[in-house]
C-alpha cells in the first residue's frame, strides 16, 4: 500500500512537473515574441533600427548577470529571482518611458512649428513647402517625424495619408489638433494661418497649465518614492545593527511571506499615490 501511494505520488508530481515545464516554455515563448515585437516597433519611433534577436539575446544576458550579482552578494535565491525579473522587465519600461519623453517633447515643439508655418503661409508659401523649410532647422524629433512624412510623399504617398502615418506615431492631442486642422485645410482651403496661430496659443497654454501641475505635485510624486524607499533603508540598518533579529525576515518562509506582503502594499501604494496626482488636462 506504501508503495502504491508513493507510485501514485511521483506520478502526480511527475505530471504536474510536465505541466508546468510546458507552461513554463509557452509563457517563455510568448514573452519573447512580444518582447521582439515590441522593443522592434518603439525602437523604429526612435529611428533606431536593431535586430530584435540580438535585443533579447542581450535582454537574457542582463538578467543572468542581475541574478548572479544578487546572488553572490546575497546568497538567497529569491532575491536573484527577483533581481533577475526586474532586470527582464526594466529595458521594456525604459523604452516605455523613452516614448512619453519623446511625446512631451514633440508637443513641446508644436507650437513653435505651427507659429513659423503660419508665418510661411502669410509670406506666400504653401504648406508642403512651409513645412520643408520648417523642418530642416527643427529639432528632433519633430524634424525626425515631419521629415518622415515629407519623404513618404515625394514617394506618392497621399498628404492625408501621410498626416494619419504621423499621428499613428505620435498620437497625442495636441498632434491630432494639429493634423486636423491641417487636414481640413487641405480640402476646403481658408484662412490657414489664423487657425494655426489660434492653435499655436491654446498649446502654449495647455503646456503652461500642465507645468503648473507637474510643479504642484512633485511633492506628492516625491513622497511616492520616499514611502517606497524608506522601509528598505530601514530594513538595511536594522540588519546592519541586529543581523541576528533580522535573519528571520530573510532567511525563512514567514520572513518572504512578510516580504511578499510589503511589496504589494508598497507597489499599491505607489500606484495610488501616482494615480491621484496624475491630472488629466
Not at 73 to 85: R, T
Request: glycine share 8%.
Amino acid at each position: 500500500m506504501v508503495m502504491v501511494s508513493i507510485l501514485c505520488l511521483s506520478l502526480a508530481v511527475g505530471v504536474a512537473c510536465w505541466f508546468g515545464q510546458r507552461w513554463a516554455a509557452g509563457a517563455y515563448a510568448r514573452y519573447r515574441n512580444a518582447f521582439k515585437k515590441e522593443a522592434s516597433e518603439r525602437l523604429s519611433e526612435f529611428f533606431v533600427f536593431l535586430d530584435p534577436a540580438q535585443l533579447w539575446v542581450a535582454n537574457l544576458a542582463l538578467c543572468s548577470a542581475a541574478a548572479l550579482i544578487a546572488y553572490v552578494v546575497s546568497g538567497q535565491l529569491w532575491l536573484a529571482g527577483a533581481a533577475g525579473a526586474i532586470a527582464l522587465i526594466a529595458p521594456q519600461y525604459g523604452i516605455r518611458q523613452l516614448r512619453h519623453r519623446r511625446l512631451r517633447e514633440f508637443d513641446a515643439q508644436l507650437p513653435d512649428l505651427l507659429l513659423a508655418l503660419s508665418g510661411a503661409l502669410r509670406a506666400g508659401a504653401g504648406i508642403q513647402a512651409g513645412l520643408r523649410l520648417i523642418v530642416q532647422q527643427s529639432p528632433a524629433p519633430l524634424a525626425q517625424e515631419f521629415g518622415l512624412m515629407l519623404r513618404q510623399q515625394r514617394m506618392g504617398v497621399p498628404f492625408e495619408q501621410a498626416l494619419a502615418g504621423l499621428y499613428q506615431r505620435m498620437p497625442t492631442e495636441a498632434a491630432g489638433l494639429v493634423i486636423s486642422s491641417l487636414k481640413i485645410a487641405s480640402q476646403t482651403g481658408g484662412n490657414l494661418a489664423e487657425t494655426l496661430d489660434r492653435i499655436a496659443a491654446t498649446l502654449r497654454a495647455r503646456l503652461h497649465l500642465l507645468g503648473r501641475i507637474h510643479a504642484l505635485t512633485s511633492q506628492g510624486r516625491l513622497q511616492a518614492w520616499i514611502m517606497a524607499c524608506l522601509p528598505l533603508i530601514l530594513a538595511a540598518i536594522l540588519h546592519y545593527i541586529d543581523p541576528d533579529s533580522m535573519r528571520a525576515l530573510w532567511g525563512t518562509p514567514a520572513g518572504w511571506l512578510v516580504l511578499g506582503i510589503i511589496a504589494v502594499l508598497e507597489t499599491a501604494g505607489i500606484l495610488a499615490i501616482r494615480h491621484i496626482v496624475r491630472i488629466q488636462v
